[in-house]
């Protein structure tokens, strides 16, 4: 008998499997509230979005003159130094010193980066690996979270909002586990909860680091925007800072040039030489003339960073008081870009923090950023960021208030 043709086997389906590193991160749970603003949006909804801290503002006018003067220049538009050019650094290590009195090598002991979320992960990557753990604070900013998870380490979140209890919490930790943490992670003034410190809470933090090993970050991203005189303190400046950890500052918020993606990191020089290794090989460095216009920025615009937290000071003012005048408590942030606001019973027994945001959402078309989008200890509160100007603010508190009677079914009562 003729043999009959062989009938190929179908191919099985072909499957893509990302790396367990991307398949064990935490959900993203501004997803669904994400997903709506965008469709009101589409659908010509004014909504008021107090969602994101990113902000409004334009640099000031002289920085983007200096951009576009370092944009015209020939010899701007090669690859630059992955760890940034060197009058940046410079830079970085005089405002260090003018502000805080910290005295930096710029050759070894800063490095910029393409914003400090960029640096502040690649560092996380260039420290951390399978079976170490970071200490950070809850609720939690998720890149602290996840660039932890990206580089295979595990988290613990510890409550951040009474900060001696933090510290305690810290060393009662490094006692019990084993292997001790390997990293802790600090952010003050802190997004989302707007907790602050001052100078001695640092330098408690190096004496745990010294005594259990640990290296500390400190990310500094709201260095520039506090309240009522409130100075926030530079982890570096605590005595031996520098031996134990590195912190990373940003040029997005106090400056207005989130969009530019400038950001530094200073202090300890095994980690800034890590970091450096691996930038070295992911990335070319930063638009030259972005770096040129940062320098103008940090040399000459002070006034404009005071001006600015200013702007969100009266903002802040804006929207508590708003708020309080609605019967709805709220004790306003000594610094940072948010409120972080306490959900009024009744309303927090009846739903969930992600609920009652989709409902000022969807029926008062205000966006909020649910406190439980930044862990399981954000339940109960919404981040309210004050990136929209007063009247806008106020306008908010209205809807809020609208949205709550109505929901109340009463015509007077808010609930709260
Ligand atoms: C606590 C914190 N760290 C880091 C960043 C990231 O800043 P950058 O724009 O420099 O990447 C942000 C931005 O919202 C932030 O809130």
Redesign the pocket.
Known sequence: MPNSPQIPSPDPPFRVEPAQRVTRLPPYLFGRINSLLYNKRRAGDDVIDLG???PSDPPEEFVVEKLAEAARDPRNHGYSKSNGIINLRREVCGKYFKRFGVRLDPDEEVIV????????SHMCLAMMGPGDTAIVPAPY?P??VYSVALASGNVIALEVRDSEKFLSNVAYTCEHLYPRPKLLIV?YP???STAVVEQPFYDEVVRLAKRYGFLVIS?F??ADVAFDGYKPPSFLASPGAAEVGVE??????GYNM?GW???YCAGNREMIKALATIKGYYDYGMFQAVQIAAIMALRGGDAGMENQAAIYQNRRDALCESLQRIGWPITPPKA??FCWVPIPEPWRSRMSTMDFGMMLLEKGNVAVSPGSGFGPAGEGFLRMSLVENEARLRQAVRQIKQCLREAEGQHESLGI
């Open positions: 994101m801290g990113n980066c393409l914003g400090s979320k960029e640096g502040f900013f890149i602290h952010n802190h997004n989302p990310d991203a709201y990373f500052t940003t040029m997005s918020k989130a993606r400038v950001g940072s870009m």
